[in-house]
């Protein structure tokens, strides 16, 4: 949710800050715009409706001089994205510019105060009221920026993360955050001069130092060129900065030939799951190894409950591993959307381990769901993706699914690694619980071991989608239907076609179907059946057969081999036979590709569709 980039060194720069915006645009991406400070002492800012791409042009032929410069990509929550609303936004006087991701709660009232004393406003948005208030407190109390920061954001409620430039003090980059995150990135350039970067997450800093440190909620930082670094917290009080060493490469942030993200992170698949399981699943002694859980034995061995928090496709993700946790281990456990959970006073006991599933580890609800668990003595586990993400510090322990990173804004490979690390959560606790027999075990360890080269059999075998895709494109709606396992699956298969291809789609238990949706089949209805030759086989067929005498069309995802939904479908996509509960890593598949190819060919924006941002910072 918006993605601010900042930078104070001897480089120029304006490319730095345009790199670091294309890396942050799957953040959001509704107006760009920059901030520098040239050597002539002027404090530009140049603002864009829309993406990166139309800043640039807007640069093109303008003075972007300047070796101090702040940049934001929005994704628009006060006022609507328009050049006007675009930050940088300047204070009332000019001398200040500033960016914001998070949310001002109390900027009304706040901004009625401002002009009551005479502060007139351009923009309808919360941040906007944070550079007045800045400068104001610069104003009132004759004080210098840094001090002006501190006290502006005493007033402030809600989340924020900013980074602000003043005409009059060149030499200074200064930031701050709350419940939003902000990274420095401590470097040199080539002449080994100090210099700093910022920017929502790692991303557009990697490229110059893998040195970062984390900002902490209510945290104030300045950086200047002689590379001093000073953090305090809102009281004024220093604060010891943490620096930690990158892991990330860079070829992980580019296409890598592939025409979109999406498509590159689904053929990912494979390899991202054997980086999940590598060390963890150890075949040849069958067994399963998670540090996590060997260090905190007794909290999952005697865990009352397991509550899994999450939001958007790692709420999928969470479903299916409630499904795995519970058959394995005998231990209950509830699946809550983190937005619904944080403000519906839920019963917490000390005894329950609190599960946050979340692949930037940054959403605001998930985020805010584990301070509620926290405050009731629960145990707290990370499934995150991201590196040092705000959930994976939050937690008292946790499991990275380390898929690397994932920039489409759907999301593909950050689920099926959310799987298989709950499938490798629910074995060690089951281990350590003793709840499956050894030779289940065993089998459950081996097979899982497969599961990387039946994802590959499976894009391999499915390469005829993207022709198939094209008869799907006048569509209006899809209905998707899986049982059991499957059934966080078809809820994923549908979320996926509606993210990027705009097309209204329902995922539904297939037994439910005749409780409503079956009143929507006629012919010109497509149904993705997912029906493996596993489980409840026989009950998908008869629910096959009822779609099709109301002259549905039949989408099928089947075990290899299988005749009998092939027959009665129109089309078919082949996945290999594997257990029940690891049949989504694969069914996943080719419902990612489908959606994939009917979005291309609706000529929709795969990677950044609209409205969508893959992190989302705000509640
Ligand atoms: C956004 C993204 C989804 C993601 C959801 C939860 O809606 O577009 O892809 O599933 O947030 O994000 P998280 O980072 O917590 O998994």
Redesign the pocket.
Known sequence: MCGIVGYIGEQQAYPILIKGLHRLEYRGYDSAGVSMIGSNGNLTVYKAKGKVNALEAICADKDVSGTIGIAHTRWATHGEPNEVNAHPHYSQSKNLALVHNGIIENYKTLRAEMENNNYTFCSDTDTEVLVQLVEYMQELHHCDLFTAVQNALKHVVGAYAIAILDRSNPDQLICARKGSPLIIGVGKDSNGRAEFYLGSDATPIIEYTDQVIYLKDEEVASMDRSGRLNITNLANVAQTPQMQTLEMNLEALEKGGYPHFMLKEIWEQPQALRTSIRGRLQVQDRDVLLSGIIDNRDKFVNARRIIIC?????WHAALIGKYFIEEACHIPVEVEYASEFRYRNPVIYPDDVVIAV??????AD?LAAIQLAKQHGAFLYGVCNVIGSSIARATDSGTYIHVGPEIG???TK?FTGQVVTLMLLGLAIAKEKKTLADDMFHMLVNELCLIPEKMQWTLENNKDIDSFAQMFTYCRNFIYLGRGYNYPVALEGALKLKEISYIHAEGYPAAEMKHGPIALVDEEMPVVVIAPKRGMYEKVVSNIQEIKSRKGKIISVVTEGDKVVRGMSDYSFVIPDTRDCFVPMLAVIPLQLLSYYVAVAKGRNVDQPRN?????TVE
Do not use: I, R
Not at 358 to 363: A, K, L, V
């Open positions: 999450a939001c958007g496709t790692s979340s692949q930037s580890g940054e959403t998930t804004v759907a999301s950050a969508l941002a893959k992190s989302v």
